[in-house]
Protein backbone atom coordinates (compact mmCIF):
# COMPACT_ATOMS: atom_id res chain seq x y z
CA UNK A 1 0.00 0.00 0.00
CA UNK A 2 2.84 2.53 0.80
CA UNK A 3 5.72 3.02 -1.14
CA UNK A 4 8.66 4.46 0.52
CA UNK A 5 11.50 6.04 -2.26
CA UNK A 6 14.28 6.96 -1.27
CA UNK A 7 16.45 9.12 -3.98
CA UNK A 8 20.10 9.86 -3.85
CA UNK A 9 21.83 12.25 -5.96
CA UNK A 10 25.23 10.49 -7.30
CA UNK A 11 26.39 13.01 -9.05
CA UNK A 12 29.15 14.09 -6.51
CA UNK A 13 30.26 10.48 -6.13
CA UNK A 14 30.05 10.16 -10.30
CA UNK A 15 32.57 13.44 -10.12
CA UNK A 16 34.77 11.78 -7.66
CA UNK A 17 35.04 8.51 -9.02
CA UNK A 18 36.03 9.84 -12.49
CA UNK A 19 38.59 12.25 -10.58
CA UNK A 20 40.16 9.09 -8.72
CA UNK A 21 40.40 7.43 -11.98
CA UNK A 22 42.09 10.23 -13.47
CA UNK A 23 44.51 10.77 -10.78
CA UNK A 24 45.02 7.13 -10.92
CA UNK A 25 45.59 6.21 -14.77
CA UNK A 26 46.31 9.95 -16.32
CA UNK A 27 49.20 12.15 -15.97
CA UNK A 28 47.79 15.26 -14.98
CA UNK A 29 49.96 17.47 -17.19
CA UNK A 30 48.85 15.70 -20.50
CA UNK A 31 46.02 14.35 -19.63
CA UNK A 32 47.55 11.13 -21.22
CA UNK A 33 47.70 7.49 -20.05
CA UNK A 34 50.32 7.15 -16.98
CA UNK A 35 52.65 4.35 -16.33
CA UNK A 36 50.04 2.24 -14.19
CA UNK A 37 47.26 2.31 -17.67
CA UNK A 38 50.18 2.04 -19.82
CA UNK A 39 50.98 -1.57 -18.37
CA UNK A 40 47.76 -2.80 -18.02
CA UNK A 41 46.81 -1.84 -21.74
CA UNK A 42 50.52 -3.57 -22.31
CA UNK A 43 49.29 -6.53 -20.42
CA UNK A 44 46.06 -6.15 -22.27
CA UNK A 45 47.26 -6.30 -25.64
CA UNK A 46 50.11 -9.28 -25.16
CA UNK A 47 47.03 -11.53 -24.15
CA UNK A 48 44.88 -10.50 -26.97
CA UNK A 49 47.77 -10.44 -29.51
CA UNK A 50 48.97 -13.70 -28.22
CA UNK A 51 45.48 -15.34 -28.52
CA UNK A 52 44.96 -14.40 -32.13
CA UNK A 53 48.48 -14.77 -32.98
CA UNK A 54 49.00 -10.77 -34.27
CA UNK A 55 51.64 -8.06 -33.31
CA UNK A 56 51.88 -5.13 -31.95
CA UNK A 57 55.02 -2.06 -31.32
CA UNK A 58 56.39 -0.09 -28.46
CA UNK A 59 57.77 3.30 -29.07
CA UNK A 60 60.05 4.80 -26.59
CA UNK A 61 60.32 8.71 -27.47
CA UNK A 62 62.45 10.93 -25.60
CA UNK A 63 62.96 14.60 -26.07
CA UNK A 64 66.00 15.94 -27.57
CA UNK A 65 67.23 19.25 -25.78
CA UNK A 66 63.87 19.82 -23.58
CA UNK A 67 65.86 19.80 -20.69
CA UNK A 68 67.76 23.01 -22.10
CA UNK A 69 64.70 24.46 -22.86
CA UNK A 70 63.19 23.73 -19.51
CA UNK A 71 66.45 25.32 -17.78
CA UNK A 72 66.80 28.32 -19.92
CA UNK A 73 62.68 28.86 -20.44
CA UNK A 74 61.81 27.81 -16.95
CA UNK A 75 59.04 25.11 -16.06
CA UNK A 76 56.00 26.68 -17.39
CA UNK A 77 57.72 26.57 -20.91
CA UNK A 78 58.74 23.27 -20.34
CA UNK A 79 55.39 21.43 -19.48
CA UNK A 80 53.64 24.16 -22.17
CA UNK A 81 56.31 22.57 -24.34
CA UNK A 82 54.94 19.27 -23.28
CA UNK A 83 51.47 19.55 -23.65
CA UNK A 84 51.85 20.56 -27.17
CA UNK A 85 54.36 17.53 -27.72
CA UNK A 86 51.78 15.48 -26.28
CA UNK A 87 48.99 16.70 -29.11
CA UNK A 88 51.43 16.23 -32.18
CA UNK A 89 52.23 12.92 -31.22
CA UNK A 90 48.32 12.14 -30.76
CA UNK A 91 47.96 13.19 -34.02
CA UNK A 92 49.91 10.51 -35.60
CA UNK A 93 48.05 7.63 -33.82
CA UNK A 94 44.71 5.66 -34.60
CA UNK A 95 42.28 6.10 -31.52
CA UNK A 96 42.75 2.50 -30.39
CA UNK A 97 46.63 2.80 -29.64
CA UNK A 98 47.74 4.49 -26.24
CA UNK A 99 50.24 7.07 -25.94
CA UNK A 100 51.56 7.49 -22.44
CA UNK A 101 53.75 9.85 -20.45
CA UNK A 102 56.10 8.08 -18.21
CA UNK A 103 57.35 11.11 -16.52
CA UNK A 104 59.89 13.91 -17.46
CA UNK A 105 60.29 13.93 -21.46
CA UNK A 106 59.69 10.53 -22.02
CA UNK A 107 56.90 9.15 -23.77
CA UNK A 108 55.34 5.76 -25.02
CA UNK A 109 53.18 4.73 -27.44
CA UNK A 110 51.94 1.18 -27.92
CA UNK A 111 50.78 0.59 -31.34
CA UNK A 112 48.03 -1.56 -31.52
CA UNK A 113 46.97 -4.53 -35.04
CA UNK A 114 50.46 -3.75 -36.82
CA UNK A 115 50.66 -5.84 -39.86
CA UNK A 116 53.97 -4.94 -40.70
CA UNK A 117 57.37 -4.06 -38.84
CA UNK A 118 57.54 -0.88 -41.42
CA UNK A 119 54.17 0.21 -40.06
CA UNK A 120 55.84 0.76 -37.13
CA UNK A 121 58.50 2.42 -38.83
CA UNK A 122 56.21 4.85 -40.82
CA UNK A 123 54.74 6.13 -37.52
CA UNK A 124 58.08 7.14 -36.15
CA UNK A 125 59.18 8.87 -38.99
CA UNK A 126 55.87 10.70 -39.32
CA UNK A 127 56.40 11.61 -35.31
CA UNK A 128 59.87 12.54 -35.48
CA UNK A 129 59.12 14.50 -38.57
CA UNK A 130 56.24 16.37 -36.80
CA UNK A 131 58.54 17.14 -33.48
CA UNK A 132 60.66 18.61 -36.05
CA UNK A 133 58.40 21.65 -36.71
CA UNK A 134 59.25 24.65 -34.47
CA UNK A 135 56.75 24.95 -30.97
CA UNK A 136 55.06 28.88 -30.89
CA UNK A 137 55.21 29.54 -26.77
CA UNK A 138 53.43 31.85 -24.92
CA UNK A 139 55.86 33.55 -23.44
CA UNK A 140 59.08 33.32 -25.92
CA UNK A 141 59.97 32.89 -29.47
CA UNK A 142 58.92 29.89 -31.36
CA UNK A 143 61.57 26.80 -29.96
CA UNK A 144 62.83 23.98 -31.67
CA UNK A 145 63.52 20.37 -30.05
CA UNK A 146 63.89 16.78 -31.79
CA UNK A 147 62.73 13.12 -30.92
CA UNK A 148 64.48 9.73 -30.88
CA UNK A 149 62.55 6.90 -30.79
CA UNK A 150 63.05 3.24 -29.92
CA UNK A 151 61.10 0.90 -31.24
CA UNK A 152 60.25 -3.12 -29.80
CA UNK A 153 57.87 -5.51 -31.54
CA UNK A 154 55.79 -7.82 -29.94
CA UNK A 155 56.12 -10.94 -29.83
CA UNK A 156 59.92 -10.94 -31.50
CA UNK A 157 61.48 -8.12 -29.09
CA UNK A 158 60.07 -9.60 -26.37
CA UNK A 159 56.70 -11.02 -24.59
CA UNK A 160 56.45 -9.34 -21.52
CA UNK A 161 55.42 -5.83 -21.09
CA UNK A 162 59.18 -5.25 -18.86
CA UNK A 163 61.12 -7.07 -21.44
CA UNK A 164 59.79 -5.08 -23.94
CA UNK A 165 60.55 -1.92 -22.49
CA UNK A 166 64.05 -2.75 -21.30
CA UNK A 167 64.33 -3.56 -25.37
CA UNK A 168 62.88 -0.49 -26.38
CA UNK A 169 65.07 1.26 -24.36
CA UNK A 170 67.72 -0.16 -25.39
CA UNK A 171 66.66 0.79 -28.86
CA UNK A 172 65.88 4.09 -27.52
CA UNK A 173 69.57 4.73 -26.73
CA UNK A 174 71.22 3.06 -29.97
CA UNK A 175 68.80 5.66 -32.15
CA UNK A 176 70.54 8.32 -29.66
CA UNK A 177 74.05 6.97 -30.82
CA UNK A 178 73.25 7.21 -33.99
CA UNK A 179 72.71 10.79 -34.15
CA UNK A 180 69.30 12.94 -33.13
CA UNK A 181 66.24 12.80 -34.43
CA UNK A 182 65.87 9.07 -35.59
CA UNK A 183 64.57 5.78 -34.24
CA UNK A 184 65.83 2.41 -33.98
CA UNK A 185 64.17 -1.48 -33.69
CA UNK A 186 66.18 -3.63 -30.87
CA UNK A 187 67.85 -5.90 -31.85
CA UNK A 188 70.73 -4.09 -34.05
CA UNK A 189 70.24 -6.09 -37.04
CA UNK A 190 66.89 -5.00 -37.27
CA UNK A 191 67.50 -1.35 -37.44
CA UNK A 192 66.79 -0.09 -41.11
CA UNK A 193 67.98 2.78 -42.27
CA UNK A 194 66.75 6.17 -41.13
CA UNK A 195 65.71 8.30 -43.95
CA UNK A 196 68.57 10.33 -45.40
CA UNK A 197 67.09 13.55 -45.46
CA UNK A 198 66.09 12.84 -41.92
CA UNK A 199 69.61 12.37 -40.85
CA UNK A 200 71.56 14.46 -42.22
CA UNK A 201 68.83 17.22 -40.99
CA UNK A 202 69.19 16.17 -37.27
CA UNK A 203 72.90 16.45 -37.77
CA UNK A 204 72.62 20.03 -39.12
CA UNK A 205 70.82 21.20 -36.63
CA UNK A 206 73.48 19.29 -34.21
CA UNK A 207 76.24 20.99 -36.14
CA UNK A 208 74.46 24.63 -35.86
CA UNK A 209 73.73 24.44 -32.34
CA UNK A 210 77.93 22.74 -31.98
CA UNK A 211 79.47 25.75 -33.59
CA UNK A 212 80.21 24.01 -37.07
CA UNK A 213 79.53 26.44 -38.98
CA UNK A 214 82.60 28.76 -40.88
CA UNK A 215 82.23 32.18 -43.04
CA UNK A 216 84.65 31.80 -45.94
CA UNK A 217 85.30 35.25 -47.80
CA UNK A 218 85.67 35.72 -51.29
CA UNK A 219 87.07 38.85 -52.89
CA UNK A 220 85.10 41.80 -55.36
CA UNK A 221 87.67 43.42 -57.30
CA UNK A 222 87.13 47.20 -58.82
CA UNK A 223 87.79 46.20 -62.50
CA UNK A 224 89.39 49.79 -63.55
CA UNK A 225 91.79 49.75 -60.50
CA UNK A 226 92.07 45.84 -59.78
CA UNK A 227 91.87 46.92 -55.96
CA UNK A 228 89.38 44.92 -53.36
CA UNK A 229 86.52 46.81 -52.87
CA UNK A 230 84.33 43.97 -51.02
CA UNK A 231 84.00 40.33 -50.42
CA UNK A 232 80.98 38.06 -50.56
CA UNK A 233 80.49 35.69 -47.05
CA UNK A 234 79.83 32.27 -47.98
CA UNK A 235 79.17 29.66 -45.22
CA UNK A 236 80.41 26.15 -45.02
CA UNK A 237 79.61 23.56 -42.57
CA UNK A 238 83.03 22.00 -40.74
CA UNK A 239 81.80 18.73 -40.26
CA UNK A 240 83.99 16.75 -37.74
CA UNK A 241 83.86 13.61 -39.59
CA UNK A 242 83.26 14.26 -43.51
CA UNK A 243 85.32 17.91 -43.50
CA UNK A 244 83.91 20.94 -45.43
CA UNK A 245 80.02 20.73 -46.82
CA UNK A 246 79.48 22.99 -49.41
CA UNK A 247 76.33 25.23 -48.86
CA UNK A 248 74.67 24.30 -51.62
CA UNK A 249 74.07 20.70 -50.21
CA UNK A 250 72.67 21.91 -47.00
CA UNK A 251 71.48 25.31 -47.59
CA UNK A 252 68.35 24.06 -49.43
CA UNK A 253 67.74 20.87 -46.84
CA UNK A 254 68.13 24.06 -44.18
CA UNK A 255 65.33 25.74 -46.21
CA UNK A 256 62.59 22.99 -46.46
CA UNK A 257 63.83 22.02 -42.63
CA UNK A 258 62.55 25.58 -41.59
CA UNK A 259 65.94 26.36 -40.11
CA UNK A 260 67.31 28.76 -42.62
CA UNK A 261 66.65 32.16 -40.66
CA UNK A 262 68.43 30.85 -37.98
CA UNK A 263 71.82 29.93 -40.35
CA UNK A 264 70.89 33.43 -42.08
CA UNK A 265 71.24 35.47 -38.74
CA UNK A 266 74.16 33.95 -37.46
CA UNK A 267 76.06 34.55 -41.07
CA UNK A 268 75.08 38.10 -40.77
CA UNK A 269 76.18 38.08 -37.04
CA UNK A 270 79.52 36.38 -37.96
CA UNK A 271 80.51 38.73 -40.93
CA UNK A 272 79.43 41.75 -38.83
CA UNK A 273 81.50 40.73 -35.51
CA UNK A 274 84.25 39.83 -37.99
CA UNK A 275 84.23 43.35 -40.52
CA UNK A 276 84.01 45.12 -37.29
CA UNK A 277 87.03 43.28 -36.36
CA UNK A 278 88.87 44.16 -38.97
CA UNK A 279 88.22 47.64 -39.01
CA UNK A 280 88.79 47.87 -35.33
CA UNK A 281 92.69 46.36 -36.55
CA UNK A 282 93.39 49.26 -39.14
CA UNK A 283 92.40 47.82 -41.81
CA UNK A 284 90.78 49.71 -44.72
CA UNK A 285 86.55 48.92 -44.64
CA UNK A 286 85.45 47.01 -47.08
CA UNK A 287 81.69 46.10 -48.05
CA UNK A 288 81.17 42.73 -47.00
CA UNK A 289 78.31 40.87 -48.75
CA UNK A 290 75.58 37.90 -47.28
CA UNK A 291 73.48 36.13 -49.18
CA UNK A 292 69.81 36.27 -47.84
CA UNK A 293 67.67 33.83 -48.66
CA UNK A 294 63.85 34.79 -49.75
CA UNK A 295 62.61 32.38 -46.92
CA UNK A 296 63.74 35.15 -44.89
CA UNK A 297 61.27 37.44 -45.88
CA UNK A 298 58.74 35.86 -44.63
CA UNK A 299 59.67 35.74 -41.39
CA UNK A 300 57.94 38.63 -39.54
CA UNK A 301 61.05 40.49 -38.10
CA UNK A 302 63.55 40.38 -40.89
CA UNK A 303 63.94 44.02 -40.34
CA UNK A 304 64.30 44.28 -36.62
CA UNK A 305 66.81 40.98 -36.41
CA UNK A 306 68.92 42.83 -38.83
CA UNK A 307 68.92 46.18 -36.92
CA UNK A 308 69.54 44.12 -33.56
CA UNK A 309 73.03 42.90 -35.21
CA UNK A 310 74.09 45.79 -36.58
CA UNK A 311 73.59 47.27 -33.02
CA UNK A 312 74.68 44.89 -31.29
CA UNK A 313 78.30 44.11 -33.36
CA UNK A 314 78.83 47.95 -33.56
CA UNK A 315 79.45 47.26 -37.19
CA UNK A 316 78.89 50.00 -39.81
CA UNK A 317 75.96 49.44 -41.88
CA UNK A 318 77.44 51.06 -44.88
CA UNK A 319 79.91 48.27 -45.44
CA UNK A 320 77.04 45.71 -45.30
CA UNK A 321 75.26 44.23 -48.36
CA UNK A 322 72.77 41.99 -48.63
CA UNK A 323 72.19 39.87 -51.64
CA UNK A 324 68.80 39.02 -52.63
CA UNK A 325 67.16 36.51 -55.20
CA UNK A 326 64.81 37.66 -57.77
CA UNK A 327 62.52 35.24 -55.96
CA UNK A 328 62.61 37.17 -52.63
CA UNK A 329 61.09 40.15 -54.85
CA UNK A 330 58.97 38.31 -56.90
CA UNK A 331 56.89 37.71 -53.81
CA UNK A 332 55.31 39.51 -51.55
CA UNK A 333 55.30 42.99 -53.89
CA UNK A 334 54.81 45.59 -51.41
CA UNK A 335 55.95 44.24 -48.20
CA UNK A 336 59.58 43.54 -49.74
CA UNK A 337 59.79 46.72 -51.02
CA UNK A 338 59.07 48.59 -47.51
CA UNK A 339 61.75 46.48 -45.51
CA UNK A 340 64.00 47.19 -48.99
CA UNK A 341 63.30 50.86 -48.53
CA UNK A 342 63.86 50.82 -44.99
CA UNK A 343 67.13 48.59 -45.05
CA UNK A 344 68.59 51.29 -47.78
CA UNK A 345 67.48 53.77 -45.25
CA UNK A 346 69.91 52.50 -42.74
CA UNK A 347 72.70 52.56 -45.27
CA UNK A 348 72.93 48.95 -46.11
CA UNK A 349 73.92 47.95 -49.56
CA UNK A 350 71.02 46.12 -51.65
CA UNK A 351 72.49 43.59 -54.37
CA UNK A 352 70.01 41.18 -56.80
CA UNK A 353 71.64 38.17 -57.39
CA UNK A 354 70.84 35.35 -60.49
CA UNK A 355 69.76 38.76 -63.03
CA UNK A 356 69.32 37.10 -65.99
CA UNK A 357 67.89 33.82 -64.69
CA UNK A 358 64.32 34.28 -64.02
CA UNK A 359 61.62 36.46 -65.50
CA UNK A 360 62.24 39.97 -63.57
CA UNK A 361 63.24 42.32 -66.35
CA UNK A 362 65.61 45.66 -65.88
CA UNK A 363 62.49 48.13 -65.85
CA UNK A 364 60.89 45.71 -63.33
CA UNK A 365 63.96 45.71 -61.40
CA UNK A 366 63.79 49.59 -61.41
CA UNK A 367 61.01 49.33 -58.74
CA UNK A 368 62.87 48.62 -55.98
CA UNK A 369 65.72 50.54 -54.27
CA UNK A 370 68.78 48.85 -55.37
CA UNK A 371 72.59 49.29 -55.66
CA UNK A 372 73.76 46.24 -57.39
CA UNK A 373 73.49 43.79 -60.04
CA UNK A 374 75.21 40.73 -60.25
CA UNK A 375 75.45 39.15 -63.56
CA UNK A 376 75.21 35.32 -62.95
CA UNK A 377 78.25 33.29 -63.45
CA UNK A 378 76.48 31.05 -66.39
CA UNK A 379 76.26 34.09 -68.87
CA UNK A 380 79.84 34.46 -67.49
CA UNK A 381 81.02 30.99 -68.43
CA UNK A 382 80.23 31.06 -72.33
CA UNK A 383 82.15 34.22 -72.68
CA UNK A 384 84.70 33.91 -75.74
CA UNK A 385 82.51 31.44 -77.01
CA UNK A 386 79.18 32.14 -77.09
CA UNK A 387 77.80 35.07 -78.82
CA UNK A 388 74.35 35.21 -77.54
CA UNK A 389 76.20 35.10 -73.94
CA UNK A 390 78.46 37.79 -74.52
CA UNK A 391 75.61 40.28 -76.15
CA UNK A 392 73.55 39.51 -73.04
CA UNK A 393 75.89 40.31 -70.90
CA UNK A 394 77.15 43.50 -72.69
CA UNK A 395 73.15 44.74 -72.19
CA UNK A 396 72.75 43.89 -68.82
CA UNK A 397 76.45 45.94 -67.91
CA UNK A 398 75.25 49.00 -70.41
CA UNK A 399 71.30 48.93 -69.06
CA UNK A 400 72.14 48.27 -65.35
CA UNK A 401 74.55 50.97 -65.06
CA UNK A 402 71.91 53.37 -67.04
CA UNK A 403 69.60 52.71 -64.50
CA UNK A 404 71.91 53.62 -61.99
CA UNK A 405 73.23 50.65 -60.39
CA UNK A 406 76.47 49.12 -60.10
CA UNK A 407 77.08 46.04 -62.00
CA UNK A 408 79.30 42.96 -61.06
CA UNK A 409 80.28 39.84 -62.85
CA UNK A 410 80.81 36.33 -60.66
CA UNK A 411 82.61 33.58 -61.79
CA UNK A 412 84.87 35.19 -63.77
CA UNK A 413 87.68 32.23 -64.17
CA UNK A 414 89.98 33.54 -67.39
CA UNK A 415 91.35 36.01 -68.91
CA UNK A 416 89.46 36.42 -71.85
CA UNK A 417 86.68 37.13 -69.46
CA UNK A 418 87.16 39.21 -67.14
CA UNK A 419 89.35 41.48 -70.86
CA UNK A 420 85.64 41.17 -71.98
CA UNK A 421 84.01 42.78 -68.77
CA UNK A 422 87.15 45.36 -68.68
CA UNK A 423 86.12 46.11 -72.33
CA UNK A 424 82.52 46.48 -72.05
CA UNK A 425 83.26 48.51 -68.74
CA UNK A 426 81.56 46.09 -66.04
CA UNK A 427 81.98 47.78 -62.42
CA UNK A 428 83.07 44.98 -60.04
CA UNK A 429 84.17 41.24 -61.11
CA UNK A 430 84.49 38.40 -58.63
CA UNK A 431 85.87 34.94 -59.10
CA UNK A 432 88.51 32.02 -59.22
CA UNK A 433 90.84 34.13 -61.38
CA UNK A 434 91.75 36.16 -58.14
CA UNK A 435 90.99 34.41 -55.24
CA UNK A 436 88.46 31.61 -54.11
CA UNK A 437 86.50 31.89 -50.84
CA UNK A 438 88.64 31.24 -47.97
CA UNK A 439 88.70 31.30 -44.60
CA UNK A 440 88.95 34.45 -42.60
CA UNK A 441 92.64 34.42 -41.51
CA UNK A 442 93.75 34.19 -45.14
CA UNK A 443 91.00 36.27 -45.65
CA UNK A 444 92.62 39.12 -43.68
CA UNK A 445 96.36 38.74 -45.52
CA UNK A 446 94.49 40.18 -48.31
CA UNK A 447 93.46 43.71 -46.79
CA UNK A 448 95.40 46.46 -46.62
CA UNK A 449 96.57 49.03 -43.81
CA UNK A 450 94.77 52.19 -43.72
CA UNK A 451 96.66 54.88 -44.70
CA UNK A 452 96.37 57.09 -41.58
CA UNK A 453 96.82 61.00 -42.93
CA UNK A 454 96.51 63.51 -39.86
P1 LIG B 1 76.31 32.34 -54.81
O1 LIG B 1 75.87 33.39 -53.86
O2 LIG B 1 76.01 32.54 -56.24
O3 LIG B 1 77.86 32.21 -54.54
C1 LIG B 1 78.80 32.06 -55.52
C2 LIG B 1 79.23 30.64 -55.61
O4 LIG B 1 80.09 30.50 -56.74
C3 LIG B 1 80.09 30.23 -54.41
O5 LIG B 1 79.84 28.84 -54.18
C4 LIG B 1 81.51 30.39 -54.91
O6 LIG B 1 82.43 29.55 -54.27
C5 LIG B 1 81.34 30.01 -56.35
N1 LIG B 1 82.34 30.70 -57.18
C6 LIG B 1 82.85 31.93 -57.02
N2 LIG B 1 83.73 32.20 -58.00
C7 LIG B 1 83.77 31.11 -58.79
C8 LIG B 1 84.50 30.79 -59.97
O7 LIG B 1 85.28 31.55 -60.51
N3 LIG B 1 84.26 29.55 -60.51
C9 LIG B 1 83.41 28.68 -59.95
N4 LIG B 1 83.24 27.49 -60.54
N5 LIG B 1 82.69 28.96 -58.84
C10 LIG B 1 82.88 30.16 -58.28
P2 LIG B 1 79.47 28.34 -52.75
O8 LIG B 1 80.31 29.04 -51.75
O9 LIG B 1 79.50 26.86 -52.81
O10 LIG B 1 77.99 28.85 -52.55
C11 LIG B 1 76.95 28.34 -53.28
C12 LIG B 1 75.67 29.05 -52.97
O11 LIG B 1 75.25 28.81 -51.63
C13 LIG B 1 75.78 30.56 -53.05
O12 LIG B 1 75.74 30.92 -54.37
C14 LIG B 1 74.58 31.00 -52.26
O13 LIG B 1 73.42 30.95 -53.06
C15 LIG B 1 74.48 29.91 -51.20
N6 LIG B 1 75.01 30.43 -49.94
C16 LIG B 1 76.28 30.51 -49.53
N7 LIG B 1 76.36 31.08 -48.30
C17 LIG B 1 75.09 31.37 -47.94
C18 LIG B 1 74.49 31.99 -46.77
O14 LIG B 1 75.15 32.42 -45.83
N8 LIG B 1 73.13 32.11 -46.77
C19 LIG B 1 72.36 31.70 -47.82
N9 LIG B 1 71.04 31.86 -47.75
N10 LIG B 1 72.88 31.12 -48.92
C20 LIG B 1 74.22 30.97 -48.97
MG1 LIG C 1 75.85 35.17 -53.57
Known sequence: MHYVASIVDITDYKIAEEKIIKLAFYDQLTGLANRRKLMDNLNRSIAMCNRENKQFAVLMI?????????DTLGHLAGDELLKQVATRISLCLRDTDTLARMGGDEFIILLEGISRQEDAARVATEIVEDLSAPFKLTQSDAVRIGASIGIAIYPQHGTTSELLLNNSDTALYQAKDNGRGCFSYFPEDLTIPVPQHLKSEARLRYGIEN?????????????????????EALVRWLDPNEGLILP?????LAEEAGFITKIG???????????KEWIDAGFTPIRLAVNVSSLQFEQDNILSSIETILKETDYPAEYLELELTESSLMENHELVVDILTHL???GIHLAIVDFGTGYSSLAYLKRFPLDVLKIDKSFIDDISHNTDDMAITEAIISMGQTLGFKVLAEGVETIEQLNFLKLKQC?????????KPIPSDEFVKLLHYKVVTD
Not at 211 to 231: H, P, S
Not at 248 to 252: D, G, K, R, V, Y
Open 344 to 346: RAL
Open 427 to 435: DIFQGYIHS
Open 62 to 70: DLDRFKAIN
Open 211 to 231: GELRVFYQAQIDVKTNEIIGA
Open 265 to 275: EWVLREVCRQG
Open 248 to 252: NTFIP
